[in-house]
């Protein structure tokens, strides 16, 4: 078992003002996003300006603050949002929703599009490929505050985490999370995307990709207490994050699955 390094989730303290870590790494996350996006720019067969990446960044942002917010608080918090609707703002605690922000991004970027004059999915082509690493800094959040973290386990990795009641050695489930979701897609989607592609493929390999890799984390991952479950076909596995990737994994599938056709036949 190895040792959780516990790290006093508030960075900063100045009287009443407390600078958290989770928004650190939403900072670094958007930082990151502006950084790669720039350096991919360049690229030959890439077709944007630093103007537009600067703008895209500031939707970006929006749709995933308040699409996170809310996804989180109607998909796994409906209960007591219908009880204490001031919840949707406490955002300190924690608690965003990936498939929610994605929701809230989506939106964000079929604005951008239309104020932009370009396609839909030549946008989302190009933010699929930095959404990665914004996913793995905000796992490093998670992993700080000892939040969604896994099944009890005895592998030699395990950790015990301060705020498991039960005090059990469970999987660090969100340091799974970063590596697959955070890192490994990165770079499967960097590489990828290097050569120019056909229009929607990338965006339809991301959404694979994550929609797999989540759904395999949650085999180790242990859903929130206010949760349960979440099964509807094996009470024991199939859980609310399940459920939400799986039609990402469909829809990202045919994305992919036609883009390359569409070229192949034209060829």
Known sequence: MIAYPEIDPVALAIGPLKIHWYGITYLVAFAGFWFFARL???????????????D????????????????Y????NLDYFLHDPLILFQIQKGGMSFHGGLLGVLAAMWLFARKTKKSFFVVTDFIAVMVPFGLASGRIGNFINAELWGRPTD???AMVFPTDPLGLAR?????YEFLLEGVLLFIILWIYSSKPRPVKAVSGLFLMLYSLFRSLVEFV???DSHMGEQGFIATDWLTMGMILSFPMFILGGYLFYFSIKKVRYRS
């Open 40 to 54: 991919k720019s360049k690229q030959k067969h890439v077709d944007w300006t630093y103007e537009q990446i600067d």
């Open 56 to 71: 895209l960044l500031f939707y970006g942002a929006m749709g995933v603050v308040i699409g996170g917010r809310m996804g």
């Open 73 to 76: 608080t109607l998909f796994y």
């Open 155 to 157: 592998l030699p990795w």
């Open 171 to 175: 999987h660090p489930s969100m340091l």
């Open 221 to 223: 991952r242990q859903p």
